[in-house]
């Protein structure tokens, strides 16, 4: 059958896009567009000015009910998780300190208040935080200790005299560093202590500190502002000291832990280190949603990329005396549409993750299991997410030349403000070794509280096959290895445009690499190896194979939701973006595919020209493809790029 | 012989570095010191003030004798190129605002004088703007028309009536755009634009235009802020409309055209086209500049990264009860020592490319071919360099976490300033077509005038055989393959520490590219495909060749920076670096040469073990490799990251 190029039907498309949630997104649009400008003050006013204007814009939106979605109703909340991460996602289309600001406020603070805190906490903050008229914070990271939550050095002493809590700031690397909302704003802060009751410790446990009263910082807390930074001028970053302030026994955020009034320690949570990451677990919300911001905040960059691109005329090529458009040119298409199909599928991928966390802590899911799965997933996909978020913005930026450059032209706030995402709840180096840790150990029970050398020594102590086979990996590869045509020789049989070619390739890789770690750390155990230098040689390998897994799901994600669609243009359409984004993730990696005997060089050539072939035939369809996004005009800005030419 | 570490003594190869224009570094270096307030004040002024300030800095410097190396003594300059250049690159270690400030005044409006005009000219400016009693500016750039200078569209009359020419902007695509200086202080102008001489059209020549007399705009012309940037707020960048301006006959810059009083064009080129690419031929200065100025740039990045790495601690690894420090974690050094050996070896080819720039500028070397490559590799190493700063500043930031995010810790200047410098002076894809234009045709004499079809039309004409047997890759190769052992096998035969064997692989690499790529054109149009088509779709390949030729360029200047080196430490510590930057490179376009039958996958797969391997031998030099750079610890600042722990 000859190939007929489809038509994209747009508002279908944005329709699909925006899924169950359309209506929370319309909401969001809806204030986004009624408060543009902001886009511009943030370039205008002075830091003070600027970080009030995004406080008082983010009461307003809290006011239309679009920031407390996540919240129960009895509080004023919207009584819906999946919604509250879509608000959030769409809020990405706009500047990023009102985002911040909002993630901070209801998704740290609030998120805390709610699952850390009992019905004590709830009655006392909840109503009053959904609305606004509560700022709080949320003071875990400290600086000497970022990624590393478990070595806090705050301390919390239980005074069973009074009945308090003294909360103290050892040194200044435990100084509570890059809080948001500290700065300015907040009057209220959760604070993440070493918790010690009658001389023994218990490990980090959260406290509700109060830092300001009728705006003056309360005496004991000493507070200092972060200052300038690359991006996010209208968040209030700061660091807190605390010198011996107390707060009373109830201040305890005692949902997995509490002490009684004559100073004894109790907790449904035996083991520390799995009480410790079952309270972080319960925050997984924020790496969700930073996630799905940063795929939003690359649709952004991407539509007036692409709109500029079909605008703009550069040199003489097709016929003389005209010069050519942008993206007619075969090296600017291979720079923006991997980058729009990758978008895609990342979009997709982040509607799977979302409404698993709906699921989980609706109560829809209760296992530890789908609870562990989660918070793996949610970590990958924040960091290919913010990852794909700093390099599309950059190509972006670079395919709009010096115009580009312009503060209007809106690349320079989402570069500056995006860059932290990499970073920020979580790094992603470690959320992917955090990944790792769990393919490598099957999520077993213990997994949580393995360290560097638990994991190096929990994975020495089975057979490589033991790891493997326990993968979903394995399992999904063998099934669909059989349904493509080719037996053994399916690398070499399958068309190069089979979705299960795709992902048997991808699941192969994931498979591979992870059997490959795992051999690699037993080896150097068997060799007698220190524990430490064994990870720090096979970190690079872990590493990889967590990022080979997530990119696996994404593709899944994507392969799924095109399988429950009915045939038509928009399945042909989102079809080419499917087959792109996967040949193009293989031909990235080719060298590792042709290492590992799973590519010969003649197919992987071929690849590489129907990459190019799949350009050429999204390339008519570009301008629709970013326009489905749903970025509204205002946000967009970039009039020099946008009307070039009218 | 058994591997022993070196060690390396920090001065001597701050010696090796800095080369011949030690002296000049160092007065550059002094005056960066001097000035360093400037890092600050860049956060903390309004955009006016910070322009002034940084305007007045400009000048101090001037007074030094450090901005005027390039021009004649009788004018007050150094008479030195390669030392101007010398200058300009260690002016990167501090606020790049002062940097484009200079190169604008000194490089582009100074360049322009010195290298289009004649005596008449230089008599009345250069005394003056080598001061910085004139300030000026370089009015090429279009809105319509930024890389394809060719088509600029302001149009310049010569009036015989009254012996004067009159300036006019068409319409709003041909307002000159982004013009340094020229918003704020400019008071003249050296314009770009198409002459035209009874009625005749002679393309685009060089007028000195007065923008500004005593502070105010002068009439005729319009000027307009092109407001907040991304970076580099410290340069008043605007836009020029000019209402039919009329200057004097004598504002042409006649050195290669002239027009006599009663109108009649006379030029010693005949040919329309070369004379313009010989009048853009003589600003090549820019773009060596900007490729040194990144290069630079990604070392300040560097040295803050790699000296917190060896300081801060994160999670227990090789000893129970003791964090590990972040650079002896696998990944760590994986990210970060690759890109010190690219730095390295960058740095040794721009020192080869600004020697050219001065043996072809000083006169030494007169010859056109010599001119043709100098600025080819000025366009291929510009891309390369600026690419590398960005990737690099943007590795380090995420390589320093969330404190990598505080403008007081660098990377916010760093990063938001050299953002520019991979589309200005040349957009780099633009120039790596530039590159591959010459490769393909030899730098034959007509090679400047052709234009995209030009070169398709051209490549067509010609056998395959022909286009490579033409190219030095060629030669050198056959040369090589033949030193190696091994013979035909000389791929798996070699050392994988072979510096033949990495020049050897480089080198297949570039021909191999290029003669498919000439292959693919010249397949296009014997198909009868449509010549501009035919050149969309082989772009990504022509570009690809033209960056496996810089780099091959770019390994060789390192290779034979080292065989001139004497036996001991240093070379033993630079070899380990050039090694690396081989390896890595063959490493990340492995899938090449396995598509092409040059790498086999256990061979592939030991080079990615040998990097490694690499990389734990260069890690305990690590700190001193980035000392070694010599950036003043004024111009780091980043107290909270250089001093963690103390």
């Known amino acids: 059958m000859a190939y007929e190029q489809p038509v994209v039907d747009v508002p279908a498309l944005t329709a ?11 909401l969001v649009r809806t204030n986004l567009v009624r408060h543009a400008g902001i886009l511009e003050e943030a370039e205008r006013l002075d830091r003070d000015d600027y970080r009030d204007r995004v406080r008082d814009l983010v009461i307003e939106m809290a ?28 809020l990405a289309f706009g500047d990023l300190s009102v985002l911040v600001k909002v993630g901070v406020q209801f998704g740290l603070f609030g998120g805390a208040i709610l699952q850390l805190g009992t019905r004590r906490h709830h009655e006392a903050h909840l109503e009053d935080l959904v609305t606004g008229r509560l700022m709080g914070c949320f003071a875990m990271t400290e600086s000497g200790h970022g990624s590393n939550v478990q070595a806090l050095a705050t301390v919390a002493t239980y005074d069973a005299a009074t009945e308090e809590f003294v909360i103290e700031t050892p040194d200044d690397t435990a100084r509570k560093d890059w809080i948001g909302n500290a700065a300015r704003h907040a009057e209220t802060a959760v604070v993440f202590a070493q918790l010690e009751v009658a001389g023994e410790r218990h490990g980090v446990h959260a406290f509700v500190v109060p830092l300001r009263r009728d705006g003056a910082v309360v005496e004991g807390v000493r507070i200092e502002d972060c200052g300038q930074k690359m991006g996010l001028n209208g968040v209030d970053n700061g660091r807190i000291w605390f010198d011996r302030v107390r707060v009373p026994r109830e201040a305890l955020l005692n949902r997995f832990a509490d002490v009684t009034m004559d100073g004894t320690y109790t907790s449904p949570i035996e083991n520390q280190n799995r009480r410790f990451f079952t309270m972080l677990g319960t925050l997984v919300q924020g790496r969700v949603c930073v996630g799905g911001a940063g795929v939003n905040a690359a649709k952004v960059a991407l539509t007036i990329a692409t709109r500029y691109a079909d605008r703009r005329r550069q040199f003489e090529a097709t016929s003389e005396g005209r010069e050519e458009l942008l993206l007619d ?9 991997p980058l729009i199909a990758r978008t895609y599928a990342l979009h997709f991928a982040q509607e799977v993750v979302a409404g698993r966390l709906h699921e989980v802590f609706s109560g829809l899911a209760e296992d530890e299991r789908a609870r562990r799965a989660l918070e793996s ?3 990958g996909l924040k960091a290919l997410a913010t990852w794909h978020a700093s390099g599309a913005i950059q190509e972006c930026r670079e395919a709009c030349g010096g115009a580009g450059y312009r503060s209007e032209n809106r690349f320079d706030a989402l570069k500056a403000d995006t860059d932290v995402f990499t970073t920020f709840e979580g790094d992603n180096h470690v959320l992917l070794q955090l990944v790792a840790k769990g393919l490598l150990t099957d999520y077993s029970s213990e997994f949580e509280e393995m360290d560097q050398f638990g994991l190096v020594r929990f994975v020495a102590g089975l057979a490589v096959e033991t790891v493997v086979e326990r993968t979903s990996a394995h399992k ?7 349904a493509l045509p080719g037996g053994d020789e399916w690398d070499q049989e399958a068309g190069l445009l089979d979705p299960d070619y795709h992902l048997t390739m991808l699941r192969f890789r994931e498979e591979h690499m992870l059997a490959g770690a795992a051999r690699r ?3 150097g155990v068997d060799q007698g190896m220190d524990l430490g230098e064994v990870f720090s040689r096979v970190q690079d390998h872990v590493i990889g194979a967590a990022r080979a897994h997530v990119e696996r799901l994404v593709l899944e994600a994507f392969v799924e939701k095109l399988a429950g669609l009915d045939d038509g243009d928009l399945k042909v359409a989102l079809g080419l973006l499917s087959d792109l984004y996967a040949l193009s993730t293989i031909e990235a990696d080719r060298g590792w595919f042709m290492e590992h005997g799973r590519l010969s060089s003649a197919r992987s050539k071929a690849i590489s020209r129907e990459v190019s072939d799949l350009c050429r035939k999204i390339r008519p369809l570009a301008v629709d493809l970013v326009d489905a996004f749903g970025v509204p005009e205002e946000m967009l800005r970039a009039p020099e790029l946008l009307t070039w030419g009218d």
């Open 377 to 379: 997933e949610a970590a």
């Open 16 to 26: 699909l896009l925006d899924g169950r949630y359309a209506e929370v997104r319309a």
């Open 329 to 337: 040119y075969g090296m600017h298409q291979r720079r923006l549409l």
């Open 521 to 523: 750390l037993k080896r």
């Open 476 to 482: 999904l590869l063998e099934r669909l290895k059989d």
């Open 63 to 90: 006011a239309t009910g679009q920031t407390g979605m996540g919240f129960p109703t009895e509080y004023g909340g919207g009584g819906d998780i999946g919604a509250s991460v879509a608000a959030f996602e769409t």
